[in-house]
T-cell receptor, first 111, second 115 residues
């Protein structure tokens, strides 16, 4: 399984943008990049996913490097509720069944 | 609330006892997943079902673990002869195969403590 590397922790102030990086230098051509987050005392929740092009949804944006060896999850205006562990996960194909979570990035948001 | 429920939310048991957890997925979801999460780590995949068929089991799922989804709806995860190393959060997730974004919906988890 292709591996991802994320910083252990990051900090942000409320209402500022947050850029969460993920390195995946061994990504294969068919791997999708998925992001999930886990709020305290909850199960993970889906954030966004993409293959090659940048993606936007109501929660976040995903910027994918041209060589696909890295990506960045962008929270445009962090809120206190965004404090969570963010996981970058590679999917083996379009229908990813076995999500391989790493240790993720713990995001702290300060008021 | 994602619509996936798990019961119980917390379970404390003594080493050597058997425990069973239940997961109720979102009703139309045909795929159901079990993960285990220990403190400070991300969730680890255990097994998943397509309707009632168990399609894949992780090597983490020892002989003491068994999962079922008898009617393709709810699922149970049983751990026999529990050990202290089984203490973890057990997460269930479900999804509808074929939906474009492939999102798995997770329940709140069952936290198991083995004394």
């Amino acid at each position: 399984d292709a591996k991802t590397t994320q910083p252990n922790s990051m900090e942000s102030n409320e209402e500022e943008p947050v850029h969460l990086p993920c390195n995946h230098s061994t990504i294969s051509g068919t791997d999708y990049i998925h992001w999930y987050r886990q709020l305290p005392s909850q199960g993970p929740e889906y954030v966004i996913h993409g293959l090659t092009s940048n993606v936007n949804n109501r929660m976040a944006s995903l910027a994918i490097a041209e060589d696909r060896k890295s990506s960045t999850l962008i929270l445009h205006r962090a809120t206190l509720r965004d404090a969570a562990v963010y996981y970058c996960i590679l999917g083996t194909d379009y229908n990813t069944d076995k999500l391989i979570f790493g240790t993720g990035t713990r995001l702290q948001v300060f008021p | 609330d994602t619509g996936v429920s798990q019961d119980p939310r917390h379970k404390i048991t003594k080493r050597g006892q058997n425990v069973t957890f239940r997961c109720d997925p979102i009703s139309e979801h045909n795929r159901l997943y079990w993960y285990r999460q220990t403190l400070g780590q991300g969730p680890e995949f255990l097994t998943y079902f397509q309707n009632e068929a168990q399609l894949e089991k992780s090597r983490l799922l020892s002989d003491r673990f068994s999962a079922e989804r008898p009617k393709g709806s709810f699922s149970t995860l049983e751990i026999q002869r529990t050990e202290q190393g089984d203490s973890a959060m057990y997460l269930c997730a479900s999804r509808l195969q074929g939906v474009s974004n492939n999102e798995q919906f997770f329940g709140p988890g069952t936290r198991l403590t083995v004394l």
